[in-house]
């Protein structure tokens, strides 16, 4: 082996190796924001795309509700109890929360009670009722309890879970204001 077939085995070698320290030098950055995005790796990307969907609610709801003071009811500091010991339980009790609020204001303005969601803002729309500002956050919601109906308490971290029950809160809490402002 003479010096010209040792550096071509080096190379040969090496070449794999240094590439990718080089894609993992040049990606940091954004791998690194990437990252804090996702809190839990899963197949399927289940907890990716639930973490995504309540920083976007969150977003919708600040900007949708400056100026209303929001007070935590016993119920919801009892799921954000449960959440810690079972975040999905958490995520569907919230839902329930929801759904009731929602049941109770349609009955308040003579709407079904056991209406879609597209139904529901549509026939409040034909009755001047003003439930649009939420309208984004109440399906970001229902479509996260969907995932959450499918999933495991691995797959939603309790930080998750207590977020979604303050967002479950919020909307439950607007259906409420609405309700008795009827």
Request: with cysteine.
């Amino acid at each position: 082996m003479d010096l010209l077939e040792f550096i071509a085995s080096l190379t040969d070698s090496l070449a794999w190796p240094v590439t990718v320290v080089c894609c993992v030098y040049i990606l940091r950055a954004p791998v690194g924001k990437l990252i804090e995005r996702v809190t839990k790796l899963k197949y399927g990307e289940l907890e990716a795309e639930f973490q995504e969907r309540l920083n976007k609610i969150e977003t919708i709801s600040r900007d949708n509700t400056k100026g209303i003071k929001q007070e935590q009811n016993v119920t919801s500091i009892a799921l954000e109890d449960l959440a810690v010991v079972s975040p999905r339980a958490a995520v569907l009790e919230a839902w329930i929360m929801v759904e009731k609020a929602t049941s109770v204001f349609c009955e308040a303005n003579g709407l079904p009670s056991k209406v879609s969601y597209q139904g529901l803002f549509r026939l409040a729309k034909d009755k001047d009722l003003d439930i649009e500002a939420f309208q984004t956050a109440y399906q970001e919601l229902r479509l996260l309890r969907n995932k959450a109906v499918h999933a495991t308490d691995a797959d939603i971290t309790p930080t998750t879970a207590k977020q979604y029950v303050k967002t479950a809160n919020f909307i439950a809490a607007e259906f409420s204001m609405r309700t008795h402002g009827a």
